[in-house]
Each structure stands twice: as structure tokens, then as C-alpha cells.
């Protein structure tokens, strides 16, 4: 029984080649701008139910009682569900350590914790019956920061922990702890002739993906459920939620639906469980869309992090040591703490030669919102604060910014903090001289013939200004960021792919479980088939359960991984097209014995570019088909101690240099341009890689000037739930964004290429304050930045 | 209640609408017309932008009821929209224009330099992307798809209705008239960069008809 809105077969031809290194269109571009594409919202299935979430109104309590007759009573209303209907023992889920509960047991951690779930015939009447469920909670005090978490008489938010991190916590209301310790920053510091220490806070920020979470489970026959879903991972989703149903993995049959953005916020499950168990308990289909508001409680954001920073510099601007501790509020439950610890760690000296460190990267359990994944993970905090240090310490030695960065850049062969060394180009020197070449924006653009136009001044269109008191600055930031998943991690990627002649024309077919959510995995990977078996015809199966796992469509990876593997699989079918050439007309050509071959638009031709035979004689009506997993190099755990350890598959460098404009009087920034130049090893879709770039870019404008999940320190409730109150960056708040892309091969990786997605949201947001720095004088030492901090009022 | 109005030229007749159902939801919910976004349902983020009697709305903040009669185009019926626009702007030159949009070819749609260029080289037919048939597309479509400004797509429907409102009116719009237009819908990918590009690049095509 197939959901109406389940995503079609998309099949791309071109007139053109279109491999690896053109800029191919998106193959569900049509249906994205027809409106077409089915997204998990728009799921719609024959006498379908709507599920509705019950969530906490308070951040931490006991619950006293749950009364659900009134809700059940609701004519239209077909179950409710609470912790006490949860069909098997397994009773929680988790990316890493399963601390969440599906539905609270007894005590509520978090404001917005689901409580109990409602089926019913109009989403309306879910939403109003589930308001009937009366719960009775006794308020427990709330941990909100470091001091309240780790308190002699903190209560603690996961009693009875088994997890394998808690042998190695200071406190059971710290996740995970990762020290870095190499050569002797004491002794380091004692060299040097001057010493510059900052304290920095980086605000919570919402991935704000704009498709919210939202999918469709279908009961089947069999006992088992389809589910319709937009995540970033079907087969991490699968693993959590099959034992939970008490099902086997086979009769959770997973197909990935549109997915409208994700940023992170899709690594956890959502409402993934609710809606199968709401499934199976009424035997209809039932859809699940959360609003703004429930989405807001409904994924992890950012952990805002306090970062306590020193460095040491000699007087030729030679930085000496570095001493650093991090501590990142993971909230209620673990997600994917442990790992951005990692990353804030492993990561906290940024993309220098620091020979002589002590780093400390730590995150708390606590009552507030639980965070975890997003773009950036981890490095993006580190990265605000030593990009900030950079410039105080140039200050202190006289020097300027960027000549003072180039002075420690690191290169190819440069050991990380980590003892790793860095086997790949490593240009940040030139990422920096590039950014700082660019044409500069012309001075006072908003000036016409008319007056000013005060759509291009800090404050807009409530033309609060017409150039008095603006003033501008220019600051510049560069960044490092992992590739891939880290510290031993299995990070593999599974890819079928098929090669057939259908109708005269070779075809290729590739299906992997790679979730597309608009980074354009789907275009690459036709791409990758065009280049690899001489095909101008491929299509691209939906993405499911029904072959093996690609991984997460995060950590910068999938071009990567799950692009290594579709290469990896097409070059396998390659071979076996080439034998049954041999074995059928090797005996005709002395090449077929003899020459390198390859597979070019659509025949078998010899690398001398003498044509053998057509790819239709070779097949005829043989299909070749192959599945394969594929690894790129295997990692190690960080020591936990020391942490040293060759944790990271592959880095990747951003540089940034941000022009503002600032008006003094109401503490108003209008950010004039942001110019970046990413190395990206090899560009397989310029275009693409030029929108990731922006795309990123812009999200850390946001978190440098706007965006910050504000929640209340007395109560650990989130106090701006809409788009109303967290502010993303519009149109009208976004500069221009000129790309300057750099292509340095990397050995190890298929085509050379490097994940790009994320290291542009690092970089933006320590250059945007280093030019409001740079236009006001002041320290400014948090983000995001508001007009309070620039006017003295905060 | 039952509500009657337009969508996309053709009359559309929907039951048991209740009274609290948004526009938007009687679009999606009850004609099956799930092109239009609900992203935040407060009208920030223009996802659901629709045309009610020409005006681009926010289809979250109208009541169902208020649609009554009236005449609605969504992203589904955008292509057809602009082609009948296109005749009729048509036949209004071969009558000689008196409408003034015309003949305005200005020196609009600054900043469009190399990469207006290289989406021009790039244009897709519908027929690339799919199997099948050909699929008419309203010139913004085409240039959101040639310029690369879809990514996750979310926003692409209300952009697209906002857009091609914006060209409608504004023919040879400023880099700065672009921005205001669109200042009401969000995207999350993009930087909005390649937006840009794809409103100038319409621009110029449609400039190069006249």
C-alpha cells in the first residue's frame, strides 16, 4: 500500500556530459519549483489520522498523576497514549547514550518533554484533545549552568548512569569531559612577552530548518509499519526505533520523504516513534506535522558554550600556548554531546601551530533545551573565541590581524593538538590572502542621486537613519573543521548501483539511503555515474531501508562517504561490464586484452580514445548490478586523558572577511558583505558548492547578530518559540556573499575532494564581530550581538 | 462550512471546512494542493505565499472563509499563470501598449555580472529533469532552477509567487527593490545569493522578449 505523496523515481538525462565537475541542475528541481516534491508534510494517505504531542510546561518535575479520560472521550479522538502504554522495556532511544524517554516516566526534564501522544481525525481536535490531558507536576529545582550542575547538592539530572562515559566525568552532571594536553604550557607561557585572556559566551542557535518535522507511518499486514520520513540518517532512525515497537528491523520499512532543510536538527528522532506507535495502536495511518512552536521543542539546537581562552605571543607575533576550557550546556539529554566535545577539544586551537596546550572541553547535563547537532558541531563555538583572541593578541603585539594569522597558520604537516599530523593541504595563509584581496565594497553605497536609500543602512526600512552615526569595520576570521565522523567511528556508506540497457541506451541506476535534504547529494551522485560508467542516462532510486546504510548526511560527509561509494560501486560494475566484453569480443580486438579501458558515452573505448564496441553489444539484456559498502580511512579514539590520537579523517579551512556598517546611537548592524575562500579539494558541482558556501555563510551571520534561543536562567524555559521572536536573517538582512573557491586536491579523499558544508558557518560569525569590533571599539566578547551591547544599555 | 472560490482558474468547492481553517489549510488539507508551505503558520516566512485576487498573501493568515469567491493562484498554477499573462501582454503590443509596463527596459537589475551569465548557459528544459514529458514552466521557475536556488526547496514556492508578483510589477527591479520584495520570505539554505541571481536572471529574459 503505497502513501499518496511518496516520492516518484527521478530520472535525469542531458544533452551534456554533466560528470564530476560540471554544474549539473538539480534532478528534483522541477518538482521543487512546481510544487510537486513531496515533503514529509504533505504526505497524505486514505483515512489518515493526525497525532498531536503533549509536552511539559515546566522544565523539571516530578509528574504527580496523568489524567487522559477527558482527552479519550473527545469524540474523534481514536487513542492516547502515555509512558505506561509503551509496548516493550525499551522504553528511551539516543544517538549515542539512550538517556531520552519516549514519553516522560515519572519525572520531566526539559520544557516541551512529550508527555503523551493523541490520535485523531483532524489535527484540530488532536491539538484540543491532548490540551485535556490534565498532569499534575511538583516542581524539582532547575540546573541551568556549570555552578548549579556540578553544586555538592545538585540534583542530578540521570541518576544511575551506565554509560561509558560516566567512569570518566569529574560530576555525573557532566556528559562527557575531553582533555587535550601537549608539550608544557606552563613552561611555554613563560616565554611569553605578552599573555591575553578572554572570556566568551556563544548564544544557542536554532538549525531553523524551514520544512518542519513532520512524516507518515502506515501499519502493514504483517505487524510491521512504513514510515514516510525526513531525517538526516534513516538507519541510526531504524535502530532507535525498532526495538521500542518491539519490532525486527525488517518490518520497519523506512522511506526517506522530502525533507524541507535539517542543519543538524534531524540527527535525533522526533516524532518518528510517536506516530508508528500511534499507528499500530489504532491500525490507521497517522501523520504527525509539528508547527514552528512544537519544532522549536521538538529537535536539539546549538549548545551554547562559556569559553575561557589564554594565549601567549612572543614579539615577532609568535603565539606560545594556549590554555582553554570549554563548557557547552548539553541540557537534559546526551544527543550528541560526547562527540561535539570532541570536536570543541580536538578543535580549540583553530587552524595555528600551537606547539605547547592544556584544553579542557566539557558538556553539562542540565534542565535546559537538550542540544546537539548542528552545522558547525562543536567547532563553530571554539572558533568564535580564538578567532577573537587572534585579534586581541595581534592588538597587544601592534600587529595587524591577518598578518599576525598568517605568521602561525598552520600547513600540510603541521601536528594538531591532537598529535595528528595534517597529511593534506592545509592553506589557510592563502585562504586568508585571497579574502583580504577582494575588492573592497564601495564606501557609503547607500548614497544615491535621491538621497539615501535606506533599505542598505544598519536598521532598514524603519529608516532609522540616513548615514548619521554609521560608522564602518572590517574583520576577518579563519576556521578548521572535521570531515566526516571522528574518534574510531565506523563511519562506512552502503551504494547499489545497476547498469542496464533499456530501449537501446545504457542506464544507470543508483540507490543508496543517502538523505537528501537539499545539499544535493542526488545530483552529485548522478554525477558520479555519468563520469564513471560513460552514461548520460541515470536515475536515482529513493532513498530507503531496502539497501544499506549511507550514514548521516552531516559532519560535511556525504559527498564524501556516500559519494565514495556510488563511485566505489560504479567502478565495480565497470569491471564486470568490461569482463563480459572480454569474455564476447576480446577475441576480435588485441585491446581488449591489452589497453586500459574506460566507459565514455556509452561505449567501450580505450584510453587511446579508440572506440571498441557499444555498451548496448556488451549488455544487451544482462543487468549488472553491484552493492557495496565503502570506508574511507579508519580513526582513533581520543586518549582520555591526553588526548592524543589521530581522531579526524579530513580538515577543512574557510576564511572570512566581513565589511559592516554599524549605526552607534541605536546599536543597529547592517552587515555591508561577507566574503569567503573555502578550499574544497575538488568542486564535483561548482554551483552546488558555491550555494553550500553562501548558505553557510549566512548562518553564521545569524548567530553573529540575531539568532539566540533565549531561555529563562530561573525557570529553564524557552522564552522565544517563533519566528516572530528568533530572528533569522532575511533577504534584506543578508549581504552580498562573493566565493573565492580553491581547489588543492586531497590524496586520500575520491576525486581529491573535501566536505565543504560546514566550514563556512565557522568563520562568518567571529568576522562579523571582529568588524563590529573593528567599527566600535568595543570588546564584545558574546554572540549574537545586540543593540544593548552596542549602546552600553545591556 | 462550505466555501467556494478559484484556484488556479478553475472553481473549487470545499465541505465541513471549519470555521478556525486557514486558506492555507483547505489549499493543502482539502483540494490537494500541498505546493504552498506552512513553515511557521504566523506569517513570517512567506512559504505559503499565495495570489488572492492578484495580491500576494500569507495563505496561513487568511481565513478559509475570507477566500470565498474570490480567486486564488498558487505555485501549482504559477506556470500557467505567467503564460497567459505572457498572451495577454502579447496581444496588448500587437494593439499597441497602453499599459506603460511596456518599453521600460531601463537600466534595471544591477549586480547580475558573472553568474547571471553563467545561469544563462545553463538553462534547463523541464524535460532534464524527469522522465516523461516536457513540463512548462513560468520563466521565474526556470530561472530558479538554472541560477541554483533550490536547495531544500521549502521556500521555493512562496518565493516563487512573491517573485514573479515583484516582476509583474517591477519589471527591471535594483538589486535593493529585489531584497525589499522578498524581505518577507525566509530561506534557510541558500544566503539567498543565488535568489538574486535567479530573480535577475528572469528579469533579463523577460527584458529580451520585449
Keep these: 500500500m503505497a502513501a499518496n505523496g511518496a516520492p516518484t523515481t527521478i530520472t535525469q538525462g542531458s544533452r551534456t556530459r554533466g560528470g564530476v565537475g560540471e554544474s549539473t541542475l538539480r534532478p528534483d528541481g522541477t518538482l521543487k519549483v512546481t510544487g510537486e516534491f513531496a515533503y514529509s508534510s504533505d504526505m497524505w494517505h486514505e483515512d489518515m489520522l493526525w497525532g498531536q504531542i503533549l509536552r511539559s510546561t515546566v522544565a523539571h518535575a516530578e509528574i504527580v498523576s496523568i489524567d487522559t479520560g477527558e482527552a479519550l472521550a473527545t469524540p474523534g479522538v481514536y487513542a492516547v497514549m502515555t509512558y505506561d502504554d509503551l509496548p516493550t522495556d525499551v522504553r528511551t532511544y539516543g544517538l549515542e547514550i539512550q538517556d531520552t524517554p519516549v514519553l516522560a516516566h515519572g519525572r520531566v526534564r526539559h520544557h516541551g518533554e512529550p508527555v503523551a501522544i493523541v490520535a485523531a481525525d483532524h489535527p484540530e481536535t488532536a491539538r484540543r484533545a491532548a490540551a485535556k490531558i490534565k498532569v499534575e507536576y511538583r516542581e524539582l529545582p532547575v540546573i541551568t549552568d556549570e555552578a548549579s550542575a556540578t553544586a555538592p547538592d545538585a540534583v542530578l539530572v540521570h541518576e544511575n548512569r551506565d554509560d561509558h562515559h560516566i567512569g570518566h566525568v569529574p560530576h555525573p552532571n557532566i556528559v562527557h569531559r575531553q582533555p587535550i594536553l601537549r608539550g608544557d604550557a606552563d613552561a611555554a607561557a613563560a616565554r611569553a612577552d605578552v599573555i591575553v585572556k578572554g572570556e566568551y559566551y556563544f548564544g544557542m542557535q536554532d538549525q531553523a530548518f524551514l520544512g518542519p518535522e513532520s512524516g507518515l507511518a502506515v501499519p502493514a499486514e504483517d505487524g510491521g509499519v512504513d514510515l514516510y520520513i525526513a531525517t538526516q540518517w534513516l538507519h541510526s532512525d531504524l535502530r532507535q526505533i525498532a526495538p521500542v515497537l518491539g519490532l525486527p528491523e525488517d518490518k520497519v520499512r523506512m522511506t526517506l520523504s522530502g525533507v524541507g532543510g535539517a542543519f543538524g536538527g534531524r540527527e535525533d528522532l522526533s516524532m518518528q516513534i510517536h506516530a508508528c506507535l500511534l499507528a499500530i495502536r489504532t491500525g490507521k495511518p497517522v501523520k504527525i506535522v509539528y508547527n514552528r512552536f512544537e519544532s522549536f521543542f521538538g529537535h536539539v539546537h546549538r549548545h551554547p558554550a562559556r569559553l575561557s581562552y589564554e594565549h601567549g605571543a612572543t614579539r615577532d607575533g609568535k603565539l606560545t600556548h594556549l590554555r582553554c576550557r570549554i563548557v557547552l550546556d548539553g541540557g537534559a539529554y546526551a544527543s550528541a554531546s560526547p562527540a561535539v566535545v570532541g570536536n570543541a577539544s580536538s578543535l580549540a586551537v583553530g587552524p595555528y601551530v600551537v606547539e605547547d596546550v592544556d584544553i579542557e572541553a566539557l558538556a553539562l547535563y542540565s534542565n535546559n533545551p537538550p542540544c546537539g547537532a548542528m552545522r558547525g558541531f562543536g567547532a563553530v563555538q571554539a572558533c568564535f573565541a580564538y578567532e577573537a583572541q587572534m585579534d586581541k593578541v595581534a592588538k597587544e603585539l601592534g600587529m595587524d590581524p591577518v598578518e599576525f594569522r598568517r605568521i602561525n597558520a598552520m600547513e600540510q604537516g603541521t601536528l594538531m593538538p591532537t598529535g595528528q599530523p595534517v597529511d593534506s593541504p592545509a592553506p589557510v595563509a592563502e585562504l586568508l590572502r585571497r579574502v583580504k584581496a577582494m575588492p573592497m565594497p564601495p564606501e557609503r553605497q547607500w548614497e544615491s542621486s535621491e538621497g539615501a536609500d535606506v533599505r542598505q543602512l544598519p536598521g532598514g526600512l524603519s529608516n532609522t537613519t540616513h548615514g548619521e552615526g554609521v560608522v564602518r569595520g572590517v574583520g576577518y576570521a579563519v576556521g578548521i573543521k572535521n570531515v566526516g565522523f571522528s574518534e574510531g567511528f565506523d563511519d562506512y556508506s552502503t551504494a547499489k548501483v545497476r547498469m542496464e540497457v533499456v530501449g537501446g541506451v545504457p542506464v544507470a541506476t543508483v540507490h543508496t539511503a543517502m538523505a537528501e535534504v537539499g545539499q544535493g547529494g542526488v545530483t552529485v551522485h548522478a554525477q558520479i555515474a555519468r563520469t564513471e560508467l560513460g552514461v548520460t542516462q541515470v536515475t536515482i532510486n529513493p532513498a530507503d531501508t531496502r539497501v544499506g546504510s549511507a550514514g548521516s548526511t552531516s559532519a560535511s560527509r556525504q559527498t564524501y562517504v556516500t559519494g565514495g561509494a556510488v563511485k566505489n560501486a560504479c567502478e565495480l560494475v565497470r569491471e564486470k561490464v568490461l569482463e563480459i566484453g572480454r569474455r564476447k569480443f576480446g577475441s576480435y580486438h588485441p585491446a581488449w586484452a591489452t589497453a586500459e579501458l574506460l566507459l565514455e558515452g556509452g561505449k567501450v573505448v580505450t584510453d587511446g580514445g579508440e572506440v571498441l564496441t557499444d555498451l548496448a553489444d556488451v549488455l544487451e539484456d544482462e543487468a549488472v548490478e553491484v552493492e557495496e559498502e565503502w570506508r574511507h580511512r579508519p580513526t582513533e579514539a581520543f586518549d582520555l586523558r591526553t588526548g592524543q590520537g589521530n581522531g579526524h579523517v579530513q580538515y577543512s579551512f574557510a576564511a572570512h572577511r566581513a565589511v559592516v556598517e554599524v549605526d552607534t546611537e541605536l546599536g543597529l548592524v547592517k552587515v555591508v558583505e561577507l566574503a569567503c575562500a573555502q578550499d574544497v579539494g575538488k568542486a564535483l558541482n561548482p554551483l552546488s558548492v558555491v550555494g553550500q558556501i553562501q548558505g553557510g555563510t549566512t548562518q553564521g551571520l545569524g548567530i553573529a547578530i540575531m539568532e539566540e534561543i533565549v531561555v529563562d536562567p530561573k525557570t529553564a524555559k524557552v522564552r522565544n518559540p517563533s519566528f516572530t521572536d528568533y530572528l533569522l536573517p532575511t533577504i534584506l538582512d543578508t549581504p552580498t556573499i562573493p566565493v573565492d573557491v580553491l581547489e588543492l586536491a586531497d590524496d586520500h579523499a575520491p576525486y581529491g575532494l573535501r566536505g565543504i558544508g560546514e566550514a563556512p558557518t565557522l568563520s562568518s560569525t567571529p568576522a562579523v564581530l571582529a568588524a563590529i569590533r573593528n567599527a566600535t571599539g568595543l570588546t564584545l566578547d558574546r554572540t549574537p550581538v545586540r543593540p544593548e551591547h552596542l549602546t552600553g544599555t545591556a | ?210
Design chain 2, 1 to 210: 462550512m462550505r466555501v467556494n472560490f478559484t484556484v488556479n482558474g478553475r472553481p473549487q468547492e470545499a465541505d465541513d471546512v471549519w470555521e478556525g481553517e486557514s486558506l492555507l489549510y483547505v489549499l493543502r488539507e482539502r483540494m490537494g494542493l500541498p505546493g504552498s508551505k506552512n513553515a511557521c503558520e504566523q506569517g513570517e516566512c512567506g512559504s505559503c505565499t499565495v495570489r488572492l485576487d492578484g495580491v500576494p498573501v500569507c495563505s496561513c493568515l487568511v481565513a478559509a472563509g475570507q477566500a470565498e469567491g474570490r480567486e486564488v493562484v498558487t505555485v501549482e498554477g504559477l506556470a500557467e499563470f505567467a503564460e497567459d499573462r505572457a498572451k495577454d501582454r502579447a496581444k496588448d503590443r500587437a494593439e499597441g501598449c497602453a499599459t506603460g509596463a511596456c518599453g521600460s527596459r531601463g537600466s534595471g537589475g544591477s549586480g547580475a555580472g558573472a553568474s547571471l551569465d553563467e545561469a544563462r548557459r545553463r538553462q534547463a528544459k523541464g524535460t532534464d529533469s524527469q522522465t516523461g514529458e516536457g513540463i512548462e514552466l513560468a520563466p521565474i521557475q526556470q530561472a530558479f532552477i538554472d541560477a541554483g536556488a533550490v536547495q531544500c526547496g521549502f521556500c521555493t514556492p512562496g518565493l516563487l509567487v512573491a517573485a514573479d508578483e515583484m516582476l509583474e510589477r517591477t519589471p527591471n527591479p535594483t538589486d535593493a527593490d529585489i531584497r525589499e520584495a522578498l524581505s518577507g520570505n525566509l530561506c534557510r539554505c541558500t544566503g539567498y545569493e543565488k535568489i538574486m541571481d535567479a530573480v535577475r536572471l528572469a528579469a533579463a529574459r523577460q527584458s529580451e522578449e520585449v
